[in-house]
T-cell receptor, first 112, second 108 residues
Framework: EAAVTQSPRNKVAVTGGKVTLSCNQT?????MYWYRQDTGHGLRLIHYSYGAGSTEKGDIPDGYKASRPSQENFSLILELATPSQTSVYFCASGEGQEGTQYFGPGTRLLVL | GQQVQQSPTSLVLQEGENAELQCNFSTSLNSMQWFYQRPGGSLISVFY???GTKQSGRLTSTTVIKERRSSLHISSSQITDSGTYLC??????????FGDGTVLTVKP
């Protein structure tokens, strides 16, 4: 069974602070993704990666950076958090265009 | 405009009734998937269905790529089917674009 974990599960941050969300997968998938989900909406892609050392911009990358130091780990970084970044963030891994994506449990971020 | 349109936005059923959820895409796609999400929960893949019809228990998915649409049929709904159903279209880069979901409520 696919295994994607995220930490922290809940985070309260202050405006202007730095936030790092972490994701780990044990599926040995090449691709990893970061999404955000706002109330009543589907998921929107922030950044993704094709493998260690690579990061690509998704549909809404502004205000976010990503880091993929290894096959297993993919981080999302908010250098200067803003209240508009309050959301639920999901990480996923997958093999690319063939096959499904496997999602982590999500991180609830509140920026005050 | 939104690339993935789901309908209906919400649906309330009595237990035992059938449900038909629709997903329409405004651009060409390589694949599509259906996901299920409990309130406050993560996403669970229900179907990876790039084309044709697939069935799993009471759930059936039909995708017609050239018509840019997919449907999810739930037969004999149960209370535990309640939640949000999301469809997503995939491109040849592996990226997914999601619809806003259909919130299904099944009442006893």
């Amino acid at each position: 069974e696919a295994a994607v974990t995220q930490s922290p599960r809940n985070k309260v941050a202050v405006t202007g602070g730095k936030v790092t969300l972490s994701c780990n997968q044990t599926n040995n998938h090449n691709n990893m993704y970061w999404y955000r989900q706002d109330t009543g909406h589907g998921l929107r892609l922030i950044h993704y990666s094709y493998g260690a050392g690579s990061t690509e911009k998704g549909d809404i990358p502004d205000g976010y950076k990503a880091s993929r130091p290894s096959q297993e780990n993919f981080s999302l970084i908010l250098e200067l958090a803003t209240p508009s970044q309050t959301s639920v963030y999901f990480c996923a891994s997958g093999e690319g265009q063939e096959g499904t994506q496997y999602f982590g449990p999500g991180t609830r971020l509140l920026v005050l | 405009g939104q690339q993935v349109q789901q309908s209906p936005t919400s649906l309330v059923l009595q237990e035992g009734e059938n449900a038909e959820l629709q997903c329409n895409f405004s651009t060409s796609l390589n694949s599509m998937q259906w996901f299920y999400q409990r309130p406050g929960g993560s996403l669970i893949s229900v179907f990876y269905n790039p084309s044709g019809t697939k069935q799993s228990g009471r759930l059936t998915s039909t995708t017609v790529i050239k018509e840019r649409r997919s449907s999810l049929h739930i037969s004999s709904s149960q209370i535990t089917d309640s939640g949000t159903y999301l469809c997503a279209m995939g491109t040849n880069t592996g990226k997914l674009t999601f619809g806003d979901g259909t919130v299904l409520t099944v009442k006893p």
